[in-house]
Antibody
């Protein structure tokens, strides 16, 4: 039974870098993608990006210049870094596991509980 | 990016009612469509994957249908614990994209 848990600072100053880690317990599979999704206040879910166990990544184009997602297999975790944050980056951030169907990964079947990050001016 | 449009944006129904939520993709996504239930303060929960496949452990009153650009989530008999916001998500093309959500509450 896989569990995910987000951790990191809840308050980040504008123009600085948001850093979150997702700890994976119960199985850090090599045939899954590991994803980040966020929900700004009063808005819907937004996919940020994902990382494969080999380190390959995919990002939301509108965030690609500011985002880095990486994997740390030795510690069973993966991380999100978002640079030059503004108030628009204030959101609940979720980590999630993506499994495949017919060769395409994108079924988000395990989620962390989420962590609220506020960008302050 | 593929745009996902859900309707309605909000919905009120009575316990026991049949509830239908629709999701339309801006281009053909085959069956690469998932549905999630999201309750306030909790993690989203996968209900349906590949348009019509029920995730393990999800009650059978939930069902999904559709392919191509038009999809439907149906709750056959609404229960109090179904009050939540529902999202569709396509994963046929990167970036994955979600619908704007349908908020479901009790009439």
């Amino acid at each position: 039974h896989v569990l995910l848990q987000e951790s990191g600072p809840r308050l980040v100053k504008a123009a600085e870098t948001l850093s979150l880690t997702c700890g994976v317990s119960g199985g850090f599979s090599t045939n899954k993608w590991w994803s980040w999704v966020r929900q700004p206040p009063g808005k819907g879910l937004e996919w940020i990006g994902e990382v494969y166990h080999s380190g390959g990544t995919n990002y939301l184009p509108s965030l690609e210049s500011r985002v880095t997602i990486s994997v740390d297999k030795s510690n069973n975790q993966f991380s999100l870094k978002l640079s030059s944050v503004t108030a628009a980056d204030t959101a609940v951030y979720y980590c999630a596991r993506a499994r495949a169907s017919s060769g395409l990964f994108g079924i988000l079947d395990v989620w962390g509980k989420g962590t609220t990050v506020t960008v302050s001016s | 990016d593929i745009k996902m449009t859900q309707s309605p944006s909000s919905l009120s129904a009575s316990i026991g009612d049949k509830v239908t939520i629709t999701c339309q993709a801006s281009q053909d996504i085959s069956y690469y469509l998932n549905w999630y239930q999201h309750k306030l303060g909790t993690a989203p929960k996968l209900l349906i994957y590949d348009a019509s496949r029920l995730e393990t452990g999800v009650p059978s009153r939930f069902s999904g249908s559709g392919s191509g650009t038009d999809f439907t989530l149906t709750i056959s008999s609404l229960q109090p614990e179904d009050i939540a916001t529902y999202y569709c998500q396509q994963y046929d093309n990167l970036p994955d994209t979600f619908g704007q959500g349908t908020r479901l509450d009790i009439k």
